[in-house]
């Protein structure tokens, strides 16, 4: 997924109770992502080496350097909430990867599934409803709590019954949690979920001890954390986060004394702050120009730059319910006229790449249908479509590109479609490029006030399951009113697909990889079928380091372990 996060949205209609709730979930986490990863300030004259910046943060510079082997970290990302009950954006996320575990987590640098909390993979019943999970015994609790499956079964429950934005994640799918007599966790799910091993990785799945923490509608500790991870909350504010290394850790040690984490309020000062000394990791977010600059001085300044893929989707969502992309025609014109290469060049000096299905490159399963169905900026193949939808330079094909006010990025990869189609198919197609605040935007974007936005998508859990489902599902609707309840209306496509919701629920159910697979394959071929959306380009991750610091990496999974690093 994950707002953006559209596994929320497509749940907003599951409860009335719940519905207000995850709107709001949805759109924080949408202005989270475009706020932290997308929200680029261009006000850095980099070519100057920084010299004409805005002051510093005095809270930030306050202790940002970190004495003995304790880890300085700058972003700017923002944390509104560490309860797992209700943490939906993506730097909660971060930190309770790092404060607690989960029953399941990823081998270091693969995406190979291992036992955390759990002690071995779960036992699957073969109607695919029930999974039986046997945990270790040695595990204790921040607070000195003994961990078992009680306390795993409260945690979940709370998750679900206390309505927080990331519920109806879990609920949609858990029908409950239980700890069996044998001291096994007994989890019974509502339908088939083939991706649920990796849903136990998602941040909230972690156990919260039942002495601090209680089950009810709206109870949440925003500012504490009591768990079972490497690390214990030491202090938490807008400014200054610190974790310390939990002593009585059940696992390996953290490899550092602590971290000490310094949020900024603009790229700028971020910047600054890294390249003169006195951050030792800055991670998340630097803009393209502020990055090109590092990279360029990273050997006469020792820093080291690690960058990866990421798995954050974008893409532009076309409403089908509204004139022009009511034709199929006109949709695959604009899959045939959109120039990836160029936009990531313009928009990302090359710290993005080209896109061609929903499915990032992050998994095998990934096939660039979008390319071979459409090429790149093809404009032969895009005249031929508009000539089928009736197009001419007397009836020109005139659409909005909406995108969020506050993303640079997107306000140049919008303008540079405008101008780069409207030069290579002059007085035949007119793009209008506007904007909105995000909270507002995505709003009426649910209501299906625009006929196309710039949008993207943060996962929720690492399957391809997650690429699909927010995209291409509807809960209710038909071929002729379109989607009325559902993931597509939330995402301001509005598209209905019987086959589509038949072929989800078919992965779902399946549990052979191979088989799986192959659903994901005609999936695919639905996006370019269809064209409810036209991906553009996939981001790539960056952090930066000193050169006392090592061991730094950036998951497959996005996630960020901060117990490896080490300093000196």
């Not at 790149?376 to 939808?389: I, S, V």
């Not at 101008?419 to 793009?431: C, F, R």
Request: glycine share 6%; aromatic share 10%.
């Amino acid at each position: 997924m994950m707002v953006t996060l559209l596994r929320l949205q497509r749940r907003w209609f599951f409860r009335i109770s719940q519905k207000i709730s995850q709107r709001i979930g949805q759109r924080l986490r949408r202005v989270g992502a475009y706020g932290g990863l997308f929200s680029l300030v261009l006000v850095l004259a980099v070519s100057c080496g920084g010299g004409n910046t805005a002051s510093v943060d005095s809270a930030a510079t306050e202790g940002a350097v970190s004495t003995g082997d304790r880890v300085s970290i700058g972003t700017t990302l923002s944390a509104r909430t560490l309860d797992p009950a209700d943490a939906y954006e993506i730097f909660p996320g971060i930190l309770l990867y790092n404060l607690g575990d989960r029953l399941y987590t990823y081998a270091p640098g693969t995406t190979d599934l291992v036992p955390q909390l759990a002690t071995e993979m779960p036992t699957v019943s073969e109607d695919g409803l029930t999974y039986t999970i046997p945990l270790r015994d040695d595990v204790t609790l921040h607070d000195g709590t003994p961990f078992d499956a009680e306390v795993m079964a409260f945690s979940i429950q709370r998750i679900i019954e206390n309505n927080g934005r990331p519920s109806s994640l879990i609920a949609d799918k858990v029908e409950s949690a239980t700890a069996a007599e044998t001291g096994e966790l007994v989890i019974t799910l509502k339908q088939p979920f083939a991706a649920f091993p990796a849903l136990l990785t998602f941040w909230s799945m972690t156990p919260v001890s039942p002495t601090e923490y209680e089950i009810g509608a709206g109870s949440f500790k925003p500012d504490n954390f009591i768990g079972s991870g490497p690390y214990k909350l030491a202090s938490f504010s807008s400014d200054v986060i610190k974790l310390d290394v939990n002593e009585d850790y059940w696992g390996e040690p953290p490899a550092n004394g602590g971290i000490d984490i310094q949020v900024f309020t603009s790229a700028a000062n971020l910047f600054t702050t890294f390249t003169s000394g006195g951050l030792d990791v800055a991670y998340q977010t630097l803009d393209p120009d502020q990055i090109a600059k590092i990279e360029s001085d990273a050997d006469s300044n020792d820093w080291q730059v690690i960058e990866a893929g990421s798995t954050v989707v974008n893409y532009l969502s076309l409403n089908q319910k509204i004139a022009p992309f009511d034709d199929l025609n006109v949709r695959k014109a604009v899959a045939a006229m959109m120039d990836r290469q160029l936009i990531s060049d313009r928009a990302f000096n090359g710290q993005a790449e080209p896109l061609y299905s929903l499915i990032p490159k992050s998994f095998e399963v990934y096939e660039p249908v979008f390319e071979e169905a459409y090429g790149d900026g093809d404009y032969d193949e895009a005249k031929q479509y508009l000539t089928a939808a009736g197009i001419t330079e007397a009836n020109p094909l005139t659409f909005e590109i909406w995108y969020p006010s506050a993303s640079t990025p997107r306000q140049v990869a919008a303008n540079t479609i405008k101008q780069s189609v409207e030069q290579a198919l002059p007085g035949l197609v007119n793009i209008t490029v506007s904007t909105a605040e995000a909270a507002t935007l995505f709003e009426n974007v649910e209501k299906g006030a625009y006929n196309s936005v710039l949008s993207n998508w943060y996962p929720d859990y690492f399957d391809p399951e997650n690429f699909v489902q927010p995209f291409l599902t509807c809960d209710q609707g038909s071929p002729e009113t379109l989607c009325e309840v559902g993931a597509t209306q939330s995402n301001g496509s509005f598209y209905y697909s019987e086959e589509a919701n038949q072929l989800v629920a078919q992965q779902n159910a399946e549990q052979d990889p191979a088989k799986r697979d192959q659903v994901f394959s005609d999936l695919q071929q639905l996006m370019i079928d269809d064209v409810p959306y036209v991906p553009l380009w996939q981001t790539k991750d960056y952090i930066f380091t000193t050169a006392d610091v090592s061991d730094v990496a950036i998951e497959p999974n996005q996630q960020f372990l901060l117990w490896q690093i080490e300093k000196g």
